[in-house]
């Protein structure tokens, strides 16, 4: 099957033009995975009439509320609603397992009785490259909030296509490697102008646009002031991301679910 991307969350920490938080549904030939899972995500999946058991893995870019607040909740959905017995795995950098741990128990408490299924964790380093659930992952150091977290684009490099990811950075070389010949790349585009060491905006990005060397740029995690922006920006290979846009990747032209070439 072709590759596809849905995003599932395509707002900032705030919900900015009443969109979800950040996560976005990757799906090819060997299943479905999550990167980011915000507290909306969750419902976001079954508005798109995605099953939670259809998720094998939660990739996490990074350890702020806005992008793996969610994670507790496909965890409750899995025990007593949706019933899961497959296993699930959580990646994301150094630390993610504690954390997610912690906001379990803060969420519903430490015991899951009825966790029928296994959870695995693995932790990635930044510039590792590791074969997981049958892809090649690599992550990329990103700048946001350092030196207190340890912020992780990834690099997913697939049967039919390679998509890459940023979650939450400001202006970085890494990101010329993380994007260089995919076939579509979601970038973090908080604001239209301006200046900030946490996050980009277009202003800052506009002029290096040529260097990520992608056939789809595709600007995300976007404040009310990118979406004013929307008509200024949009053109080209570069397009702003909107709540339950699904992108189709495969050989031959790009197509839109509304059916526009990318």
């Not at 009825?114 to 992952?137: K, S, Y």
């Not at 709540?243 to 509304?258: E, F, M, V």
Request: proline share 5%.
């Amino acid at each position: 099957m072709p590759v596809e991307l849905t995003v599932l969350g395509s707002g900032d920490a705030f919900n900015s033009a009443g969109r979800g938080n950040a996560c976005y549904l990757l799906r090819d030939a060997l299943g479905a995975l999550c990167v980011d899972f915000g507290p909306t995500a969750l419902m976001q999946l079954k508005a798109r009439r995605v099953a939670p058991n259809d998720i094998d893995a939660i990739f996490i870019t990074h350890l702020h509320g806005d992008h793996f607040g969610g994670v507790h909740l496909f965890l409750i959905d899995a025990e007593y609603s949706s019933r899961r017995e497959r296993p699930l795995t959580i990646c994301g950098p150094i630390g993610v397992r504690s954390r997610l741990e912690r906001w379990h128990e803060l969420a519903f408490g430490k015991a899951s009785p009825n966790r029928r299924f296994q959870l695995n964790f693995i932790e990635l380093d930044a510039g590792q490259t590791r074969e997981i659930l049958g892809r090649r992952v690599t992550a990329f150091p990103m700048a946001h909030m350092q030196p207190t977290d340890s912020p992780l684009g990834y690099r997913f490099e697939l049967d039919d296509a390679c998509v890459a990811l940023s979650g939450d950075t400001a202006w970085t070389d890494a990101l010329i490697e993380l994007a260089q010949g995919t076939d579509l790349f979601v970038c973090d585009c908080t604001e239209a102008s301006g200046t900030s060491p946490q996050h980009l905006s277009w202003e800052a990005l506009a002029p290096k646009v040529d260097l990520l060397r992608t056939r789809h740029l595709l600007l995300s995690h976007l404040g009310a002031s990118m979406r004013q922006a929307a008509t200024t920006i949009e053109g080209g290979h570069v397009s702003l991301a909107e709540d339950g846009l699904c992108l189709t990747l495969s050989a031959g032209p790009r197509t839109t679910d509304t059916g526009h070439a990318i």
